[in-house]
């Protein structure tokens, strides 16, 4: 077990940030919009009962995931690889899950986020 500690400190923070923020992002997106197809025929309380229990997962993920990323990043670099890896997972679950047409405005939406990359990122 201490094998496996020392293995996963020692991936650079900005890494296990990005793994834990996507796996936080899995679940923040189901959470947010997998009721709209799964439970769809229910009441709206019962989807946010069930929204708020994956939401808890995703909050276990995100916390740590914030936390070893301040270690090494700004908030600002923070909050737009969070948009980043938010776009990255919505449009396959929107896409595949959802059942929704792929869209260039897709393409249009992720240029504009490398750009806020670009400029939270430079030196």
Known sequence: MQKIFETIVSIPAI?????LLVCSNCFMTFAWYGHLKNMAS???????????????????LQVPANRIGYTTLTLAQLKIMQEVITLSVFVPFSVFFMGEKFRLDFIWAALCLCGAVFFIFRK
């Open 42 to 60: 229910k009441p709206w309380w019962m989807a946010a009962i069930v929204s708020w229990g994956i939401a808890l997962f995703e909050y276990l």
């Open 15 to 19: 890494y296990r940030t990005i793994f």
